[in-house]
Each structure stands twice: as structure tokens, then as C-alpha cells.
């Protein structure tokens, strides 16, 4: 079961950089979180920062009643434990196969015989579909098959928290889609504390139940998927829309006479296109934490852009939904096995 992560006005800075400053957030339990952001404004150091791999200047990282930044270092490693983390490049050691890769934060942190290990391993590598590559080395393997690797050495002391940082990266779009949908299928079935740094905009579109947003040395908004998704804010729509026209430029932020010469030619960042379908597990089954698709637009009296929710089966979700959730029974809760899935985005 995840565990909650409240954030409070969290300050880091390198020297006289500051990297980012004031982040309040809460990162609810068992939910999947996204945090976007143009490259440099400090989504790994965000990431470190909540594993107590770097003190921040100022602020508080909650988990229960412990204070992550001021825990004294025996503390601080029991803490640790809560969390998994798959980093960018799998952070694999290239001298032990994949199966003492795995292996190595049990060896490390738990007196387990081998036969409890290898019960453990074998388990985490078929979660993440490596059975039968346990002896190849990471120099043999794809880069899609190292990000599953790194993600099943998080997952082998079960963790509450899974801190993933970049799963994109590297990856051509297939493999991109397939590990995101093993994400949302762990989450279904492990219920921990996702917090996902990407660059991709269909993941963020389509997998997370929370998105958030640095620019600036800011969080500019945090919240359920659907309110950035129809945010008017400028920079929101830019980045969620991938365009040149708005705050963010190539040197991350737009100087005054680019963005005053942008409004005299009239450009804007453009409509806001469909809110996609949320990614379902593979199962078909609702996650804890999914929410009805339009719920929360429905809730704040928000309009969503046309064409939000249907997919690419021409079926609106925001409609369908009570229907399939009746027809799914005690799967639709989280509950049992199999089913069937909704398409085209919803699958």
C-alpha cells in the first residue's frame, strides 16, 4: 500500500542557482503523479531530493510523522526502504547479469537465504515479463529490456513509494507505450506511491492521475490530470501542446521583446485538443485511485475541450463509463481477473 508524501515549500539551490524554489505538494497514496517540465528546471534533483539524496536548503518532505531533510542518518536509511527508483538509463551494473542486478537490494538490506531471493527475483522479473534473460549481461540486452530490469530491482523490497525518472528516455514510441502500460498495470496491482519525471506528453496525457509542472524555478500547478489538461494557463497549454508559441523558449524562459513580438503577430499557443481516455491495466479492471472520466472537469463546472474522452473506437468514456463499470463487476474495483478492455486508449 503507497503511502502519502506531503512537500512544503521546498528550496534548492547549487551555490547561487536556485534550482527551485517554495514546491508545496502532496503526493496522495497509492496514486500515479507525473511532473513535467522544460529541460534544467530540476525534476532529477526533485527526485533526489524526496529520497534524501540531496538536503534542500529550506522546507519539509512528510512521509507519515517523519521529516525526510532533518532525520538523523539511521533514520534516514530505514526511510529509504519505503522507496523504489528506476533511473534514467536503468543504472544497471554492467559486470552481474540481470539476475544479480536484481538480487542486489536484498543481499544488501536483508538477511533472506538465497532461495528466498531467488523466489523474489524470479517473481519480480516475471512482473515485468524478463523471465528466461535472468543470466544476460546489460551490455546484451535492448534499452527497452534495461528499463524493465531497473524497474523490477525497485520493486524487490516492495515498496510504498516507486520514484521513476525518465522511463521515456531512450526509447522509441512502441516501447515507450509498453512501459507505461506495465506502470499503470503495477500500480493496479501493487497500489504504491507513483511519481513519474518525463518529457513525453502522451504519458503524461494518458497515464497519470496527477500531473505537475516546474518553470521558473516554480511549481506553476499541481493537481488531478483532467484540471492541467483544461488549464487556460499559458505555459501549461504550451508544453502540453508542444508548441514555440508561448513562455517557454529555448533557453527555458522567453525574454519580454520575443513574447511582446509573438502577440503582435497575433500567435497563440492554439485550441486545447481532447482530453485522451486515462490508460486502463491491462486487465481491464479500475485502479483504486481512477476517477470516472469528466468527473473532475464535471465537478468544477469545467467545459472540456471537444472530442475529450472518446476513443479511438468513436466510444465518449465520460458516458460509457457507468456502463462498464457495471459489467465489470468485482474487477471494475480492483477485485478478480480478466475482463474485458475498453479500446483505443482505454486498454
Not at 523558449?249 to 521583446?257: A, I, L
Not at 476513443?311 to 478478480?336: I, Q, T
Request: one cysteine or more; aromatic letters at 6%.
Amino acid at each position: 500500500m503507497g503511502v502519502e508524501i506531503r512537500v512544503e515549500g521546498l528550496t534548492k539551490s547549487f551555490g547561487r542557482q536556485t534550482i527551485w524554489q517554495d514546491v508545496s505538494l502532496t503526493l496522495p497514496a497509492g496514486e500515479i503523479s507525473v511532473l513535467l517540465g522544460p529541460s534544467g528546471t530540476g525534476k532529477s534533483v526533485f527526485l533526489k531530493s524526496l529520497v534524501g539524496l540531496l538536503k534542500p536548503d529550506r522546507g519539509h518532505i512528510w512521509i507519515g510523522d517523519k521529516d525526510l531533510p532533518y532525520l538523523p542518518e539511521h533514520q534516514l536509511y530505514e526511510t529509504r526502504k519505503l522507496f523504489g527508483v528506476l533511473f534514467q538509463d536503468g543504472a544497471l551494473f554492467g559486470s552481474m547479469n540481470l539476475f544479480d542486478n536484481i538480487a542486489f537490494p536484498l543481499r544488501e538490506h536483508t538477511k533472506k537465504s538465497e532461495s528466498e531471493v531467488k523466489r523474489i527475483v524470479m517473481e519480480k522479473m516475471e512482473l515485468v515479463g524478463l523471465i528466461g534473460a535472468e543470466h544476460k549481461l546489460p551490455g546484451e540486452i535492448s534499452g527497452g529490456m534495461k528499463k524493465r530490469a531497473g524497474l523490477a530491482r525497485a520493486l524487490v523490497l516492495d515498496p510504498a513509494i516507486l520514484l521513476v525518472d525518465e522511463p521515456d528516455s531512450g526509447l522509441d514510441p512502441v516501447r515507450t507505450a509498453y512501459l507505461n502500460q506495465l506502470i499503470v498495470d503495477l500500480n493496479a496491482q501493487i497500489d504504491a506511491t507513483f511519481l513519474i519525471v518525463t518529457h513525453d506528453i502522451n504519458t503524461a496525457r494518458t497515464v497519470p492521475d496527477n500531473i505537475g509542472l516546474l518553470f521558473r524555478r516554480e511549481l506553476v500547478m499541481f493537481g488531478p490530470r483532467e484540471m492541467l489538461l483544461s488549464s487556460e494557463e499559458p505555459v501549461v497549454r504550451q508544453f502540453l501542446n508542444a508548441r514555440r508559441q508561448g513562455p517557454i523558449g529555448m533557453s527555458e524562459e522567453k525574454d519580454v521583446s520575443e513574447l511582446e513580438a509573438e502577440a503582435r503577430m497575433g500567435l497563440e499557443v492554439g485550441k486545447l485538443p481532447p482530453i485522451a481516455p486515462q490508460l486502463m491495466p491491462s486487465d481491464g479492471r479500475v485502479r483504486r485511485a481512477q476517477q470516472p472520466p469528466g468527473a473532475w472537469c464535471a465537478a468544477h463546472g469545467i467545459t472540456p475541450p471537444p472530442g475529450s474522452f472518446v476513443d479511438d473506437l468513436g466510444r465518449n468514456w465520460a458516458e460509457e463509463w457507468p456502463r462498464y463499470v457495471a459489467a465489470m463487476g468485482p474487477v471494475a474495483s480492483g477485485h478478480g481477473q480478466g475482463g474485458p478492455q475498453p479500446a483505443g486508449g482505454m486498454h
